[in-house]
């Protein structure tokens, strides 16, 4: 499907699956990607806007990707040009011309490279708090988890609660996009879905796990919790299989949250990426305490 077509040759259509692999593999050469995209367009139906592709000469040049969350907010991301072709207008073609009439006055949220905050803010974005990925071995830290906590699989647990909790922390409350994406999420290979139950079987923790597409990475994302207790406990468990001398974990966390902040302290994670969340059309408030780590920088930042 194509949604623009300029003099030059420049065009804009819809992302297909085929393409991820090459958005995936631009983005994975400034961190480890996972099947994050692969699993945001099985969420959404073929005709669905909000995945773009601009080819150029018969040459994929660039992407974006902007796509509702939950209602009145869209999240943007994968917004890049191969280097060979920047500075050519292309970027601002897709972003401006074709992917901001379908965001509309929709809220949409970005988490951008520090680069392109003063771009951003001229195209009406403001600020919001900064965003950073950090890295690291699965290091065994030897506490006792909280009194009463239990740990189980995801899919041992009426998939309702899991989403009455979920609804606490996602950016917005009932969600059909999130509901459908999470029911992937959890069922993503290689991965693996925990949640926490407090001693009257209340869900009070989600945490989930998956393989990046190359090399010993993984990324935890969500990661939510009651409290940093229950958020490391969850952490311990979800990489305990891992091997502390070959693998690394990856996840974001917002930085205004002392405890997450605390949770990458203990850890002794580093960090690797630092990013601006931005806003446009307005601030959804999005932050929330109980999120530890943000389910996925590349298409869902809550
Ligand atoms: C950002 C990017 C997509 C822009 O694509 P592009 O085709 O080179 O951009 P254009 O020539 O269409 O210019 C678009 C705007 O971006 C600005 N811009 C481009 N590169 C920039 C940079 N490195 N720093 C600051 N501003 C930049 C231009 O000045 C222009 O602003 P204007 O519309 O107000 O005139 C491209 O540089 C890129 O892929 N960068 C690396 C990945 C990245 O940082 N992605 C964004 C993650 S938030």
Redesign the pocket.
Known sequence: MIYQEWEDGFVVRRMRADDAKIVQRWYGALNPTACDLDIALACYPAEEKGFYIGEYQGEIV?SAIRIPVCEGVYYGSY???EEK?????????LR?EVAAAHVGNNVLC????D??E??NQ??GYTNGFKVVLYKGAPKRLLREPPAGLMINQVSDVDFNKVIEYDNECFVGPNSPYRRAFLERWFAIPGGKSLTALDKNGQVIGLGCRRPALEGPHHLIGPLYAKDLDTAHTLIQILTADLDVDKDTIWLSICEPNEDAKQMVKDLQLQDDIHMLRMHLNGDPKEFKKQVFALTSIDVCGF
């Open positions: 660039a917004y890049y040009v072709w920047r500075g050519k207008g292309f970027g601002r073609r401006d970005i988490d951008a490279h680069d392109l003063t771009m001229r195209k």
